[in-house]
């Protein structure tokens, strides 16, 4: 039987001082315990147990390169050398945002920040600055951060418990401004006729329309065919900001993002997590014409850690590792995510237990749920999520660390022994499930 009793002193002792236990609240969602590392390299991750996993937690998706890679760790080590943070310029920050701008298609300028939540609320208030216009179009299943101005609870598939509140938005938190969401239009994702109707009646009040552009936190779950095409057109015909939030598939779905790989350019982008390999960092970047609004004056973008010499140099050193050999990292990534995802598929006919893998790129979110396909946020929420989480527990057990939600990220690190290892992991587990 797997210990995690050092795990559970640990957690009982942080309980104390830290709130909640944890740094972050989603992670005590993890069962049986929230697990406490000791260390962690490549592909894998060691407990304060002796436990050893196969991680494709990975975070919750930044570490693209794996843990610890030697060359950004070396990278790292060098720049320590000469100052972490000057609150002063440096050439690492004109060296990254140059190369931004060069594999970003909708880069024409960039800014530094921390974290996912902070560029993406940078991003609205550039929207805003730029169209004099205050409401923002967001998506149901769709996560931005945690700042009042964006987050939303999703208390049901579809918008009926929203509509039984009085059409009101539903609130993440305790504790959230009702006045900011006022500001916030919920609609269904995937749909394009609400999305049609919404900013044709209600445009003259729309600053932006923010998006995953692939429902990534959610299912996995790609656009219908000419969706972001349509959202691309009817944002511009109406004078709306088109803001595509690629904090999840910036540099997952190849260097330039979903907005490359789909072709669909918007305004702006958020992206963050992937960008600095697990150095918090993110960045928004788009049009001259709405980032000049900093240089301007009329935006303030303000943060002491922006920039830093430690997150230019982790996300220089990434994009590098992620560019060599033309390509290769990502062709390798896909190809194990997809024999991956497949082999699950696989597994999860063998045992009878009806299920889905929706993958793109290095990407991918199993779910156990009786459908062909998943393509909106209603069908997702059909899933048996509490079954799902029983399965990330006894992969856990079985030495594979797995996010309990069910999306699952694939890094430079993993190899296709780690591959064969999770699989045969899987079919010990869902025979158990059956
Ligand atoms: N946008 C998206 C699409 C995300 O997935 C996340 C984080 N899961 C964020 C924004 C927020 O990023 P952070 O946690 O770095 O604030």
Redesign the pocket.
């Known amino acids: 039987m797997v210990s995690y009793e050092v795990s559970r002193k640990r957690w009982q002792e942080s309980s104390k001082y830290l709130a909640g236990g944890v740094a972050?609240s989603l992670r005590s969602s993890m069962k049986p315990l929230p697990i406490f590392v000791e260390s962690a390299a490549g592909s894998r991750v060691r407990d304060v147990d002796g436990n050893e996993y196969i991680d494709y937690l990975l975070a919750?998706?930044p570490l693209i390169l794996g843990h610890a890679h030697p060359v950004l760790t070396e990278k790292l080590h060098q720049a320590m050398q000469r100052g972490f943070t000057y609150g002063l310029q440096h050439d690492g920050e004109i060296e990254l945002a140059r190369k931004l701008t060069e594999i970003l298609p909708c880069a024409e300028q960039v800014a530094f920040s921390g974290?996912?939540?902070?560029?993406?609320m940078l991003a609205l208030r550039l929207s805003r600055a730029f169209t004099g216009k205050k409401k923002v179009v967001r998506f149901h299943g769709?996560?931005?951060?945690?700042s009042d101005s964006i987050f939303t609870a999703f208390p049901s598939g579809d918008l009926s418990a929203a509509a039984a509140a009085g059409g009101g938005v539903p609130p993440g938190t305790a504790g959230q401004s009702e006045l900011a969401l006022e500001d916030i239009i919920l609609l269904p994702w995937n749909d394009e006729a609400v999305l049609e109707e919404t900013l044709r009646t209600r445009g003259g009040e729309i600053a932006a329309v923010i998006t995953?552009p692939v429902m990534?936190?959610n299912g996995c779950i790609v656009p219908k065919r000419g969706y972001l095409e349509r959202m691309r057109e009817l944002t511009r015909e109406n004078g709306v900001v088109l803001i595509f939030?690629?904090?999840?598939t910036g540099f997952r779905l190849g260097l330039g993002g979903a907005q490359e790989r789909f072709g669909v350019i918007p305004d702006l982008m958020?992206m963050?997590?992937a960008m600095a390999g697990g150095i918090?960092m993110?960045a928004v970047a788009g049009k001259q014409e709405i980032m000049g609004l900093i240089a301007e004056g009329k935006v303030n973008h303000l943060g002491t850690l922006n920039g830093n010499r430690i997150a230019t140099t982790a996300a220089l050193a990434t994009i590098g590792e992620l560019e060599a050999g033309g390509g290769e990292a990502f062709a390798r990534m896909e190809r194990l995510a997809s024999s991956l995802a497949q082999g699950l598929r696989e597994l999860l006919a063998k045992h009878g237990i009806p299920g889905l893998v929706n993958r793109i790129g290095p990407v991918f979110h199993m779910m156990l749920i009786n459908r062909p396909e998943v393509t909106t946020f209603r069908e997702f929420s059909e899933r048996d999520a509490a079954k799902y989480a029983l399965f990330a527990e006894r992969m856990l057990a079985e030495g594979v660390l797995v996010r309990p939600s069910g999306l699952w990220y694939v890094s430079t690190a993993h190899t296709d022994a780690d591959a064969d290892e999770t699989l045969a992991a899987a079919d010990r587990v869902l025979a158990s499930l059956k």
């Open positions: 972050s919750y998706g974290s996912g939540t902070e560029a993406v769709h996560f931005h951060g945690w995953e990534c936190n939030d690629e904090v999840i958020t963050g997590k918090a993110s």
